[in-house]
């Protein structure tokens, strides 16, 4: 169904939904499009820097696209097991409801490195729910603009990073942020 609905979406968008139903008047709404320097006041970048790891990262507007940059470090810190991570995030004003729509489209280059999108939804569980997806990406693309689409059904539910043994219903009616990690 993705390939049938690819020729109904825009070049030009960074991030959006298409709708479930393509033929329904509106057919894709647009979450996030990296324009000016005060679009970044609402996007949080958070590295293992903070627990003593060495790995950078930035995001500012070049060219009216978000460019994210930095360096990835896979040696711990003095106190760490592990290390290597580089999250950055964006949060709307109030939680989104993209519940009529079944699928999150990015348009970005890509180094060909594995990344994942990450979803926080409202819940009745006192933990922070993530729903976490892998970005389809392939060594073809890298330097190249692309349109990636992650259908809802690939998200799974995440706590630090692992997989929850219960699985949830995904909450699209309440989404508290959007991350790429």
């Known amino acids: 169904m993705l390939r049938q609905m690819a020729g109904l979406f825009k070049e030009s968008k960074n991030m ?9 008047f509106q057919q894709e709404m647009e979450i996030f499009r990296f324009h000016k320097a005060a679009d970044m006041q609402d996007w949080f970048i958070k590295t293992d820097e903070e627990l003593g790891g060495k790995s950078r990262a930035s995001l500012a507007i070049e060219n ?5 940059t930095g360096n990835l470090s896979l040696v711990p810190g003095a106190n760490m097991l592990k290390s290597g991570y580089v999250h950055y995030r964006w949060t709307p004003i109030r ?18 490195r594995f990344y994942t999108i990450c979803l926080s939804t409202e819940s009745i569980i006192p933990q922070q729910i993530v729903w976490q997806a892998p970005i389809p990406s392939s060594k073809n693309a890298i330097g190249k603009w692309c ?30 942020y959007i991350g790429i990690t």
């Open 16 to 24: 959006y939904v298409p709708r479930k139903n393509a033929f329904e």
């Open 64 to 68: 009216d696209k978000g460019k994210f």
């Open 95 to 112: 939680p989104l409801n993209i519940e009529e729509f079944d699928t999150i489209a990015m348009r970005f280059k890509t180094d060909g």
């Open 147 to 176: 349109t990636m689409h992650v259908p809802y059904s690939e998200f799974v539910l995440t706590h630090q990073g692992y997989v929850e043994k219960t699985q949830l219903e995904f909450n699209s009616s309440k989404v508290k």
